[in-house]
């Protein structure tokens, strides 16, 4: 029997930068909160009318190294926001690394990353998001510590690792060993992120031997065909081509990462469920 695809979101940051919103800043896509929450709020309303049943609140950077003393209320709104928006869909917590998604050397030591990934999950709970998703980690160690954190407070936990919008930075089996690395910590399901959407299928074949639901949101534009930002008929029909085959090979998470927009999760929205 065939499971049924769930249809993620697309991402909050990428759209928020080509619809105008202040993420050029510290704190990237967390800027929006404040500085434009109408536009986020829209951004979220997007996915929802496109068929996307989770939806990622706009946490990625809301951190405590970041926003020591205003993380708690970045954390509060997004996720109101993002209710707002999803119109009774599933609200996913975003749980970043501390350090950049694309540098697994900038992972903080243990002790640290204990500490801002305990806090940061602790927030998410609070704010009373229906699963965490700790996402886009390039190091498996800290990975494992963030879903520890977000395991902690009860809710269900997915972690998506990701090899850089190139695959350069973890092969498809490391990939596949983080993964389970991860469940063993009280993550309940497996996926890759933030790779070019051409280059996605190996990691997710290897996800199929987890044991856990997986699945792909992936980047466009990190390769040649793949159009980043653009939502004509032809960039989101090569999305969906690369997704058919996530699907094909046993993926049941599909949604879309940097450079997607409402139009790919429209497709697979429309071609999955």
Known sequence: ????????DGPTGSELTLRGAPTRERGWSANAITRAPDLLR????AYAAAGATVHTACTFRAQPCLFPEQFRGLVRTAVQLARQGAQGARVAGSLAPVGDCY????????DVARRLHAEMAGALADAGVDLILCETFPCVSEAEIAVEAAASTGLPVWVALTAGPSADLMTAAALAE?????????????????VGASLTL??????ASVGVPFGAYANAGAAPGDAYGADDAEAVARYLEHAYTWVAAGATLVGGCCGTRPAHVRALAAAFR
């Open 103 to 110: 540098a697994p050397q900038e992972s903080p030591a243990p």
């Open 202 to 207: 190996p990691y997710v074949e290897a996800l």
């Open 178 to 194: 983080g993964a389970r690395r991860c469940v063993d910590r009280g993550a309940g399901a497996a996926l890759v992120c933030c």
């Open 42 to 45: 829209d951004v979220h309303a």
């Open 1 to 8: 029997m065939v499971s049924p695809v769930t249809i993620l």
